[in-house]
């Protein structure tokens, strides 16, 4: 055990000092909307999905109703669908692994597991997804603690965020030598913004055609010749 967590340490350090940055701001921003301290530490360990979590707080400071603010939420995770299910292809084999796997797989984490030159063992994977949703979660509960004791106005921290994701383009650029990814998502946002819909939908209808021109791209390649041919 303690084994796989000092190899998992140094894989998951990068995305856990940005979790928890964010984790904290998570916990500011809802103990000043009136969450108290507990609720949105309960938010992190049983949601635990980010961008989701502010728009919780976001639609319940707005009196949206239940089924509205479910429905968001819905919208904005199903893009973990498309990269989750094919990326446990070969991936922990037991029940209570997968499981885990599934519940702490995120954009950050997949993106760091999926940028290694090489494919670590499940236990680290799992491991990674854990310590990162520990951070986030602790980050949650000193930014709910401090938001509680001291009188701060924060607006956001979505710097680090911004930051985070920033590091881990970079990382896929690096390791797959591939602009796809920069471009698709930029055609993505360029799709959005004439809609002016709302935060959610607008990143569901993004991941839909980010995974259409990746599609496409994939299609419409050239393939490699097989250099043994002939020979």
Request: proline fraction near 6%; glycine fraction near 10%; hydrophobic fraction near 55%.
């Given at each position: 055990m303690l084994s796989t967590l000092r190899s998992a340490l140094p894989i998951a350090a990068p995305v856990m000092v940005g979790y928890f940055t964010v984790g904290a701001t998570f916990g500011l921003t809802a103990t000043q909307a009136g969450?108290?301290?507990l609720w949105p530490v309960v938010i992190s360990l049983i949601q635990f999905a980010g961008a989701a979590q502010f728009m919780i707080v976001a639609m319940v400071a707005q009196g949206a109703a239940l089924t509205e603010i479910a429905l968001v939420v819905f919208l904005l995770n199903l893009r973990h669908v498309f990269y989750g299910l094919p990326f446990l292809n070969n991936?922990?084999?037991s029940l209570v692994g997968r499981i885990l796997m599934i519940f702490w797989l995120t954009d950050e984490t997949y993106s760091l597991l999926t940028t290694r030159t090489q494919t670590d063992p499940p236990p680290v994977q799992i491991a990674v997804g854990g310590l990162n949703y520990f951070s986030w979660a602790a980050g949650t509960l000193l930014g709910s603690i401090i938001g509680q004791l001291l009188p701060l106005q924060i607006d956001s921290f979505a710097f680090a965020l911004s930051a985070l994701f920033a590091i881990l383009l970079t990382e896929?650029?690096?390791a797959h030598r591939s602009v796809v990814p920069l471009v698709?998502?930029?055609l993505a946002v360029l799709v959005i913004v004439p809609l002016e819909v709302s935060f959610g939908i607008g990143m569901f209808i993004s991941g839909?055609?980010?995974i259409a021109v990746i599609t496409l791209w994939h299609v419409l390649?050239?393939?490699p010749l097989n250099k043994g041919k002939g020979s």
């Amino acid at each position: 055990m303690l084994s796989t967590l000092r190899s998992a340490l140094p894989i998951a350090a990068p995305v856990m000092v940005g979790y928890f940055t964010v984790g904290a701001t998570f916990g500011l921003t809802a103990t000043q909307a009136g969450f108290g301290w507990l609720w949105p530490v309960v938010i992190s360990l049983i949601q635990f999905a980010g961008a989701a979590q502010f728009m919780i707080v976001a639609m319940v400071a707005q009196g949206a109703a239940l089924t509205e603010i479910a429905l968001v939420v819905f919208l904005l995770n199903l893009r973990h669908v498309f990269y989750g299910l094919p990326f446990l292809n070969n991936r922990p084999r037991s029940l209570v692994g997968r499981i885990l796997m599934i519940f702490w797989l995120t954009d950050e984490t997949y993106s760091l597991l999926t940028t290694r030159t090489q494919t670590d063992p499940p236990p680290v994977q799992i491991a990674v997804g854990g310590l990162n949703y520990f951070s986030w979660a602790a980050g949650t509960l000193l930014g709910s603690i401090i938001g509680q004791l001291l009188p701060l106005q924060i607006d956001s921290f979505a710097f680090a965020l911004s930051a985070l994701f920033a590091i881990l383009l970079t990382e896929q650029i690096r390791a797959h030598r591939s602009v796809v990814p920069l471009v698709a998502g930029g055609l993505a946002v360029l799709v959005i913004v004439p809609l002016e819909v709302s935060f959610g939908i607008g990143m569901f209808i993004s991941g839909l055609a980010a995974i259409a021109v990746i599609t496409l791209w994939h299609v419409l390649r050239p393939t490699p010749l097989n250099k043994g041919k002939g020979s």
